[in-house]
């Protein structure tokens, strides 16, 4: 039984995989950093390897390492944007400097999409994470005659997560609220202007980038998105999509939801070392 643990940027995901799973098929559990020595303490079950993805920093890291040690006697393989590089081509100067939850996250989206057609047949790949930051990534089948690897990382964007965006105008304003208001097209109080404009915010990002995309490729490109902030500026976000691919003459494709794509990334470097 393999451990997957994604230590966030707020809080920690992990799920245990099968020795038949290659992707995770359970749902994930979600823990705060306080609670994830006491959950390895007691935990039913002694996990025969455990692969992490860290963006907290070291101290979380060194805590988790040491319940690890003590009660399993097993460190944690700590996966950083070096780690798969057989399947997905990083193109940062420094490799290491690219967030490993980023890349794992794209990692577990193409194992997801590698053997289907379009993707095949050149579809890229946009995934959002609406996270404490939003991350907006894009990857694209790599041409076989110039690179080893099965896909190339083309860059992403990040940005001030939703409730991060929300935070700001309040703490750095005197007369701003922490706003709870409806998303609509034409605000007429404060709190639905603040969220309108957050989700616009998000929303452009977002499609920026899948513009950008759908450039490359006859086909359209795929999206997938994750993250807590995501219900929050779904549905706008899902209506502008739906407008622009009116527009282009494009069929309509709903973004697709994945629930814990690092932890996707952790499962494939699991079970596929190379």
């Not at 490729?217 to 622009?244: H, K, Q, Y």
Request: proline share 8%; aromatic share 6%; net charge negative.
């Amino acid at each position: 039984m393999m451990l997957l643990i994604d230590i966030g940027n707020t809080r920690v995901k992990l799920a245990w995989l099968g020795p038949s799973e290659v992707l995770c098929s359970t749902q994930p559990q979600s823990l705060d950093y306080a609670d994830l020595a006491r959950f390895v303490a007691q935990s039913p079950q002694v996990p025969d390897r455990i692969l992490g993805s860290n963006v907290a920093g070291d101290v979380i890291a060194q805590a988790l390492q040491a319940a690890c040690l003590h009660h399993w006697n097993l460190p944690v393989q700590w996966c950083d944007a070096r780690t798969g590089a057989q399947w997905l081509h990083n193109p940062y100067a420094r490799p290491e400097r690219l967030g490993s939850d980023r890349w794992l996250g794209m990692l577990g989206v193409l194992h997801r999409v590698r053997h289907q057609l379009d993707w095949q047949q050149g579809a890229p790949c946009v995934l959002a994470s609406f996270g404490t930051a939003t991350t907006v990534d894009t990857l694209v089948r790599a041409d076989p005659a110039t690179s080893e690897a099965e896909a190339q990382f083309l860059g992403g964007l990040i940005l001030p997560g939703v409730t991060l965006m929300a935070h700001s105008l309040a703490d750095g304003t005197a007369r701003l609220p922490l706003a709870g208001g409806p998303c609509v097209e034409f605000p007429i109080d404060t709190h639905a202007a603040i969220t309108s404009g957050i989700a616009a915010a998000q929303g452009g990002a977002l499609l920026r980038q899948w513009r950008l995309a759908q450039r490359l490729n006859p086909r359209p490109p795929r999206l997938f998105v994750t993250g807590g902030g995501w219900p929050s500026v779904g549905p706008d976000i899902c209506e502008a999509l739906a407008r622009a691919q009116a527009d282009l003459h494009l069929p309509e494709q709903v973004p697709q939801w994945l629930d814990a794509p690092v932890l996707d990334g952790l499962a494939c470097l699991g079970r596929h070392p190379g």
